[in-house]
């Protein structure tokens, strides 16, 4: 069973930057896509993006396009989400997961991290 791990949240002020890593253990991390999705408070979960096995193929919700990037490292077993130019709009709890589909809905995706918190404010 895969177990995902996210890391790297934290409390940023508009227009600054972070990093959040999703470290896989269990599974044959490098054959599956991993999307990264978010939560704010009384909404719904949403699709961030998703790279496929060997990161060459993105895909962006078009609110975080052109400001954040995902990325994943095989040999380490992790993925990332550069994210840049946040906005306060982009708060919520971000998860990562895995799946054997090219998608950018939540059901697709079967396993998911405990999500880390992402909080841009002045």
């Known amino acids: 069973q895969a177990q995902l791990v996210e890391s790297g949240g934290g409390l940023v002020q508009p227009g600054g930057s972070l990093r959040l890593s999703c470290a896989a253990s269990g599974r044959t991390f490098s054959i599956y896509n991993m999307g990264w999705f978010r939560q704010a408070p009384e909404k719904e979960r949403e699709f961030v993006a998703v790279?496929?096995?060997?990161?060459?193929?993105?895909l962006y919700a078009d609110s975080v396009k052109g400001r954040f990037t995902v990325s994943r490292d095989n040999a380490k077993n992790t993925v990332y989400l550069q994210m840049n130019s946040l906005k306060p709009e982009d708060t919520a709890v971000y998860y990562c997961?895995?799946?054997?589909?090219?998608?950018?809905?939540?059901?697709?995706?079967?396993?998911w991290g405990q999500g880390t918190q992402v909080t841009v404010s002045s």
């Open positions: 997961a895995s799946s054997n589909f090219w998608s950018k809905e939540a059901n697709n995706y079967n396993y």
């Open positions: 790279c496929n096995w060997n990161g060459a193929n993105t």
